[in-house]
């Protein structure tokens, strides 16, 4: 199971954020109050919670 990631942010999108770890992208499903205020290009530390289902597997973040 995944419990956090720390890497940087790539992309900022309305409803996600791509984020980069050793090489590989996650999309990390966020709110937008979360979204605000984390800036491209900058070093993020972000707890996951998994959300695994037959027709989806999702990653949310929250910060704190």
Do not use: C, Q, W
Not at 11 to 33: D, F, K, Q, S
Not at 49 to 55: A, F, G, L, N, P
């Amino acid at each position: 199971m995944i419990g956090s990631l720390r890497g940087r942010i790539l992309e900022l999108h309305p409803t996600h954020i791509l984020l980069e770890v050793a090489g590989v992208g996650y999309r990390v499903r966020a709110t937008p109050n979360m979204i605000a205020e984390l800036e491209t290009n900058s070093d993020v530390f972000v707890y996951v919670y998994e959300h695994i289902r037959e027709d989806s597997y999702d990653l949310f973040g929250f910060l704190k």
